[in-house]
């Protein structure tokens, strides 16, 4: 609530749009889309914002607002939604993304499968992604982010595949992580095995520009 109030937000911004894309249609956004299309509209401009989205390269569709948010794409991925309603898949790879992840990408609840692959985020994986339980594959493979996973991801138990490697994470793998490998749940799990202690990893990588990545066995 905070942050929608800061006009220099990116939450504001994403409101803002929100708002002005249907003001000249309808004086209440709820009066054309379903609960589920502005919760996942204000989600994905708040992503958009938050990452430099008008510099994406390019950003194609993406915050189309005659598209339904399901039609949406960039150069190498987008969004991929079941029965064209609900998002399952969100690949942001490869699009320049410069900024860092909201909190907001847990309103998109239904999320199967998630990647910002090969882009320049910064700062720390949001807690707040542990919220998406339906996740089977996370990648954020490849950016400029920093700190400790977040102990909270191993309660993604539906998790299969988890890709942190060409960052700048330190600190051990999560426990709660490297029980789900020991359950047989996580397949794959990849990371920095030179600035991580990692012992759990199926892929050990180094080096943060050309991936240097063998089996840990």
Not at 58 to 78: I, K, Y
Not at 154 to 172: C, Q, R
Request: aromatic share 10%; with cysteine; net charge negative.
């Amino acid at each position: 609530a905070t942050a929608l109030r800061d006009k220099n937000s990116a939450q504001f911004a994403a409101y803002s749009w929100l708002e002005s894309s249907v003001e000249d249609v309808v004086d209440n956004i709820f009066e054309i889309y379903s609960t589920t299309q502005v919760v996942q509209r204000f989600s994905l401009a708040t992503i958009y914002y938050s990452t430099n989205g008008d510099n994406w390269t390019p950003r194609n569709t993406f915050l189309d607002p005659a598209l339904h948010e399901c039609e949406w794409r960039t150069p190498v991925g987008g969004i991929y939604c079941d029965d064209k309603i609900t998002l399952s898949s969100l690949s942001l790879g490869y699009n320049n993304l410069v900024g860092t992840i909201p909190p907001e990408i847990a309103l998109l609840s239904d999320l199967r499968d998630l990647s910002f692959y090969y882009n320049q985020l910064s700062g720390t994986i949001p807690s707040e992604i542990s919220a998406l339980t339906k996740l089977a594959g996370l990648d954020f493979r490849l950016n400029n982010l920093s700190g400790t996973i977040p102990e909270s991801l191993g309660i993604l138990t539906k998790l299969t595949s988890l890709s942190v490697s060409g960052n700048k994470f330190t600190g051990d793998m999560p426990y709660s992580i490297c029980t789900l490998i020991e359950k047989g749940k996580l397949f794959t799990l990849g990371a920095d095995c030179d600035d991580m202690i990692c012992q759990c990893c199926t892929f050990c990588c180094y080096g943060t520009t050309n991936q240097d990545c063998e089996q840990n066995v």
